[in-house]
């Protein structure tokens, strides 16, 4: 089992910034890739980043490329979504997840085993 715990979300004004962090503890070694995902009141979740423990970030959603970077730091077990030029769109509920088994599509749900409570980010007008 893997536990993740996210932190950091808050309510910022457009334009501004937040980092959040996803702590992990348990079985980490298991999990190659954290990924983590947002979801809207009434929208489904999407992707939004991924990272693989073990070298650099997979991809970013278009929607968010060029304002958010994910990062890692093993040896806190910590992953890191800094986000820039926050729009209020990008208001959400953000989870962090982890694989199990070595997924083929990071930027699917599906694909993960273990997710996070979530962390509420939101982007005033």
């Known amino acids: 089992q893997v536990q993740l715990v996210e932190s950091g979300g808050g309510l910022v004004q457009a334009g501004g910034s937040l980092r959040l962090s996803c702590a992990a503890a348990g079985r980490t070694f298991s999990s190659n890739v954290m990924g983590w995902f947002r979801q809207a009141p009434g929208k489904e979740r999407e992707f939004v980043a991924a990272i693989r423990w073990s070298g650099g970030s997979l991809g970013y959603a278009e929607s968010v490329k060029g304002r958010f970077t994910i990062s890692r730091d093993n040896a806190k077990n910590t992953v890191y979504l800094q986000m820039a030029s926050l729009k209020p769109e990008d208001t959400a509920v953000y989870y962090c997840?982890?694989?199990?088994?070595?997924?083929?599509?990071?930027?699917?749900?599906?694909?993960?085993?273990?997710w996070g409570q979530g962390t509420q980010v939101t982007v005033s007008s």
């Open positions: 997840a982890a694989d199990a088994s070595p997924l083929r599509r990071y930027w699917s749900s599906y694909e993960y085993d273990y």
